[in-house]
């Protein structure tokens, strides 16, 4: 909602501009849509190292205490 109400402040102050932005916004989350998949990609392979790294002190502290 907040950003919605910047691009009318937009529209209302400098018009070319706001309709710019409308149109360029399609193709810029397009072109940044491979970055955000290799974002998650790599968080993923970080978050397996991590559990194989803790593996060893998991297993030796036994059973949790429920």
């Known amino acids: 909602m907040f950003t919605f109400l910047l691009w009318l402040i937009l529209l209302i102050l400098c018009w070319p501009l706001a309709l710019l932005a409308l149109i360029l916004y399609p ?11 290799l974002g998650v990609a790599v968080e993923g ?7 194989i790294i803790m593996l ?3 297993v030796l502290s036994g059973p949790s205490g429920k």
Do not use: D, G, Q, Y
């Open 27 to 37: 193709f810029v989350w397009l072109l940044m849509l491979p970055f955000r998949l």
């Open 45 to 51: 392979v970080f978050a397996v190292l991590k559990a």
């Open 56 to 58: 060893p002190a998991r």
